[in-house]
């Protein structure tokens, strides 16, 4: 379980979120929406401890990750698979040791295990015998996929995903949104999922936040976010700009 | 016109809380120097990719260098009133006190430093080192600890390379250009040769591949800005590095010698 009390980051002078409440329950999938700069990123990286919050407490697993040291949050965090936007894979590395990388350093399986942990969760992504390929011989998509694989094969309680769908054509985009859904269905895994793209709430969440002015405007289910007669909210969910 | 007149004061700020992040970044990686051997392999690589690959560039440098010297030297020797073989002296002092170790870390601060920060740099403003972090990796450790221990131990490697082909330069030049046999060249070497010499270009070369290495590891953590954050790092981190390799350079003078 997360839960997030009273958070707030700013940059500056510039304040991003301003005191922020909610929590995920266990097994949850929870979009997280709104436009860009609302910092949506910037709170997925506060709850994996990436970015340091100004205020505010942030609880994993029971856990205040704000005052953890760094080997404390190696901990909560070799349970949490994490997918960024555009793979953020290592350009040195071949796609078979971006995955391996994580479970040398994660888990204590041999080189064997390792070596099926990465064909299976290359198989989970559909990308099998690409282990050899370098990330710049990968397209947008399948980077996005590799960067899914490299995120389940720790088989992590969390999976935050980082705008998973974000500049793909609509095929690719359904393809990540069932792969979502299929790491959702085993329930065992909660997800945090920051996202643009309407289909891709209505798709895999449970529930929806709308991040609008540094605050949490709307917290419910997706139909009825589809359903609100908020000004903000249907500005962003037609994706009308004359509204407000 | 505000703008203008702050400019100064806003410098200063900002390079000394650049100085302040830079000590705090180098204090943690020093904090992890114990853990060196996890990192191993990475720091075999980058043996290969900072020592090995350069040493072609090396010896060309070193090469010309102990040329010019030597070609200078005999120019300001025409007079007559200097004997010929004192070449070969001059030669020998100028590569293993200067040319060797400057040359060498001018060139790898293109080489290496400049890679060095667009690497790294690259990695951070393409989540790269948010990825490392969240699969449990310490980045200064990852990154920057196997970048600086394999410059600390092969730019002295390298300086031995430049100072072996900075004298053969010399020698060739110095026989080809004027009336110079090499065994006048190899006396005058001798004559004023002092081990310590050697020694201090390695002194120098170890405290250059620390600097280089450090600054290009500092501006490339720190990038912001894509591409063009990136641009910049690489910039600043060539022009730091020359500055800095210059000003150790005296400092380094003024206490050893």
């Not at chain 1, 910092?39 to 709850?47: A, M, P, Q, T």
């Not at chain 1, 962003?236 to 700009?241: A, D, H, I, L, Q």
């Amino acid at each position: 379980m997360i839960e997030v009390k009273n958070l707030s980051k700013s940059f500056g002078e510039k304040g991003v979120l301003s005191d922020l409440n909610f929590s995920v329950s266990h097994g949850q999938s929870v979009a997280i929406v709104g436009k860009s700069g609302a910092g949506k990123s910037v709170l997925l990286k506060c709850l994996i401890g990436l970015v340091k919050p100004d205020e505010g407490t942030i609880y994993v697993d029971n856990k205040l990750i704000n005052s953890m040291n760094f080997g404390q949050l190696q901990e909560i965090r070799s349970n949490i698979g994490m997918v960024f936007q555009f793979g953020a894979l290592f350009d040195s590395m071949t796609v078979g040791e971006n995955i391996s990388l994580a479970l040398q350093k994660l888990t204590k399986l041999s080189s064997d295990e390792i070596k099926e942990r990465v064909y299976n969760s290359l198989e989970e992504v559909d990308m099998v015998n690409t282990e050899d390929l370098m990330p710049s011989e990968l397209s947008g998509g399948m980077k996005k996929r590799v960067g899914i694989a490299r995120a389940i094969a720790i088989k992590p309680a969390y999976l935050f995903y980082d705008e998973p769908t974000t500049g793909l054509d609509p095929v690719m985009t359904d393809s990540i949104n069932r792969l979502i859904l299929k790491f959702q269905d085993t329930g065992e895994v909660t997800s945090v999922i920051i996202t643009h793209e309407m289909r891709t709430v209505y798709d895999v969440a449970d529930r929806v936040l709308l991040l609008h002015g540094g605050e949490i405007w709307f917290d419910g289910r997706p139909e009825e976010i589809k359903n609100s007669d908020d000004l903000v909210v249907q500005q962003f969910v037609t994706g009308n700009s004359t509204l407000v | 016109m505000f703008r203008f007149l702050f400019y100064p004061a806003n410098l200063l700020i900002d390079s000394l809380e650049g100085v302040g992040r830079y000590v705090e970044l180098m204090a943690s990686m020093f904090r992890s120097i114990f853990s060196w051997h996890k990192y191993l392999s990475l720091t075999i690589d980058h043996l290969f990719h900072i020592g090995v690959l350069s040493i072609p560039i090396v010896i060309l440098t070193s090469l010309f260098s102990g040329m010019v010297t030597s070609v200078q030297a005999a120019y300001q020797f025409e007079s007559g009133f200097v004997p010929n073989w004192f070449v070969g002296s001059i030669v020998g002092e100028s590569v293993l006190l200067e040319l060797a170790p400057m040359m060498t870390a001018l060139v790898m601060t293109g080489r290496i430093g400049a890679t060095i920060a667009a690497e790294i740099g690259t990695m951070r403003v393409s989540e790269q080192i948010d990825a490392l972090e969240s699969l449990s990796f310490d980045p200064v450790s990852f990154l920057i600890l196997p970048r600086i221990l394999a410059a600390a131990i092969m730019f002295p490697v390298l300086i031995i390379i430049a100072d072996c082909f900075g004298i053969i330069g010399g020698l060739f030049a110095a026989v080809n250009a004027m009336d110079v046999s090499s065994l006048e060249f190899i006396r005058g070497l001798r004559n004023w040769f002092r081990p310590f010499d050697a020694w201090f270009g390695l002194i120098k070369g170890l405290f250059f591949g620390v600097a280089i290495t450090s600054i290009a590891c500092y501006q490339g953590y720190y990038t912001s800005g894509g591409a063009t954050g990136v641009g910049k790092s690489t910039t600043a981190t060539v022009v730091i590095s020359c500055v800095a390799i210059v000003f150790l350079d005296y400092i380094l003078a003024a206490i050893l010698l």
